[in-house]
């Protein structure tokens, strides 16, 4: 059922400037507060570009720059000719958690991202093994069996196949049967997603190396075999940094 776009809350008694901030910082802020305590909602409207920028003393440079972050996590959907709204497709996402949200501005280190994905996927792994029925096994070789054809196809269709890859590891966060170990492992799965989409720029995402990375993972969970596993996950992740690396991708 379509979302319908009819509200527009007034902004003006919930914001206010708070100059102790960076003015984009700010502004992301002021959002993220708005729909944690839920005085946004999907499907509200925000206000335009120069009342918002009155609203919260900051330049329209600053909202415009906020917009674009904000817009690239999916949190708001600009409608060209009609305006911006928070996106009606907010449940599934996990981006305001006050941590993870506060992850996204942070800009970690490359070893802390890679630290923290080696750490988040050995368990993942380890309960995906422990609680996945064979449906859930079923689901994840069809998944890469997907990204292979793709992979080995004449024409690289990329959109498509990060979506695949994202998918497996998506798979792998629900199999665990963790709702919470899920969506954290889905938000830094996506964290990660321009790093994997700019390997595939550059080819490198198809090295052998690569390919092998999925079919280790898999073998481990289909055999429940929790060493293999866990050398599926440091193999994977070298890799990663690797292609990283390779295709000139940043690393902070």
């Known amino acids: 059922m ?21 003015s984009v910082d700010y502004v992301i802020s002021s959002i993220k507060e708005l729909l944690l305590t839920k005085k946004m909602v999907p499907g ?28 690239a996590f999916g949190i708001i959907e600009i409608k060209r000719g009609d305006g911006t709204y928070v996106s009606s497709d907010i449940e599934g996402k996990v981006l305001f958690d006050p941590l993870l949200f506060s992850f996204i501005l942070s800009q970690p280190e490359f ?31 069809q998944c890469y069996e997907s990204m292979e054809i793709l992979k080995n196809g004449q024409e690289k269709d990329y959109d498509r196949l990060l979506n695949f890859d994202l998918e497996f590891h998506h798979i792998l966060g629900k199999i665990t049967k963790n709702r919470l170990l899920e969506k954290i492992y889905r938000f830094v799965m996506e964290y990660f997603s321009p790093y994997i989409a700019q390997s595939m720029r550059n080819h490198t995402y198809f090295s052998l190396e690569s390919k092998e990375t999925h079919r280790k993972l898999l073998d481990a969970v289909e055999r429940r075999d929790f060493v293999s596993a866990e050398e599926a996950v ?15 991708g940043e690393t902070r």
Not at 2 to 15: F, G, H
Not at 44 to 69: F, H, N, Q
Not at 237 to 246: A, D, N, Q
């Open 44 to 71: 509200d409207k925000l206000p335009a570009e120069m009342e918002l920028a009155k609203l919260l003393s900051v330049s329209r440079g600053s909202i415009r720059e906020a917009m674009k972050i904000l817009a």
């Open 111 to 141: 070893e802390e991202l890679k630290e923290l994905r080696m750490l988040l996927e050995k368990d993942v792994i380890r309960l995906a093994i422990k609680n996945a029925g064979e449906e859930d096994i079923r689901e994840l070789r």
């Open 234 to 248: 440091e193999n994977s992740v070298e890799v990663w940094e690797t292609l990283i690396f390779k295709s000139g």
């Open 2 to 22: 379509e979302m319908k776009y009819d509200r527009e809350p007034d902004l003006s008694i919930m914001l206010s400037p708070r100059p102790s901030q960076s």
